[in-house]
């Protein structure tokens, strides 16, 4: 894998499974990996493994995501690319989510989302870079009781779409991973029913549900430099859940 010495990347969300994965994939490249997350605890681990800077942020707030990437673009020199791993799970019909619940799933998923954006485009308004995002598959097919999260990560699609039209011409790129059910700590409750888990595997083609890494080289791949011509795409990694029916035993 080709390797950049002025390759320096951000991590929102870097202590979820998504995000730790990712952070191991670019350790491996040369440069500065910032892992920033809502708390440090959580991140202690991560940054003891791979000896990266850590930041305290909070990704929904916006003037604390704009301080956190001015501050590595002062740094470092410039910002080359930022993942947002941010993401929650809420499964409930629309009828049995509460108001609260609404607001908190778009606040968490698409707002900081949004926030990521706003704030990165700044730090890459000279030099260009990459900015990739977390939707879901969910968001690509109707799937029963995912109505909030659905929402809130289609809203994440059309802001790749638009943001990554919008400043093409400034060299930035925009684009996003739309996972289906994945292992992760997110999930646990999920996957370690083996009712639930299996009946989830069932409406994936390939037979299985994903793992961290396998998501984490899709975001890495849209971060990459040698990958600089891609940008407005959701790619679905999800074993083929969004496009192709469930396999037949």
Not at 63 to 85: F, M, Q, R, T
Not at 128 to 157: D, P, Q, R, Y
Not at 209 to 226: C, H, S
């Amino acid at each position: 894998m080709a390797q950049s010495s002025n390759f320096t990347a951000v991590i929102l969300g870097a202590s979820g499974g998504i995000g730790s994965a990712l952070a191991r994939r670019l350790h491996k490249r040369k440069g500065c990996l910032i892992l920033a997350g809502r708390d440090r605890e959580k991140l202690g681990p991560l940054t003891r493994e791979l000896g990266c800077e850590v930041a305290v942020c909070d990704p929904t707030q916006v003037d604390e995501v704009e301080g956190l990437l001015k501050k590595a673009a002062k740094d470092y020199g410039s910002v080359e690319a930022i993942a947002n791993c941010v993401g929650t799970l809420l499964l409930k019909p629309v009828h049995l989510t509460t108001w609260e619940e609404w607001q908190e799933t778009l606040r968490i998923n698409l707002g900081s989302a949004f926030a990521t954006v706003r704030s990165g485009v700044k730090v890459m308004s000279r030099t260009g870079g990459s900015i990739v995002l977390c939707s879901t598959a969910a968001s690509l097919m109707g799937i029963a009781n995912h109505e909030a999260i659905a929402a809130a990560k289609g809203g994440i699609n059309g802001l790749v779409l638009s943001a990554a039209a919008t400043y093409a011409s400034k060299g930035i790129r925009v684009n996003a991973v739309a996972p289906g059910m994945t292992r992760t700590p997110l999930t646990e409750r999920l996957t370690s029913n083996e009712a639930l888990r299996k009946g989830s595997e069932a409406m994936h083609a390939l037979g299985r549900i994903g793992e961290p890494d396998e998501v984490a080289a899709a975001l890495e791949f849209f971060m990459a430099p040698e990958n600089n011509w891609v940008t407005g795409q959701i790619l679905a990694v999800d074993g083929g859940l969004s496009s192709l029916a469930p396999r037949r035993t």
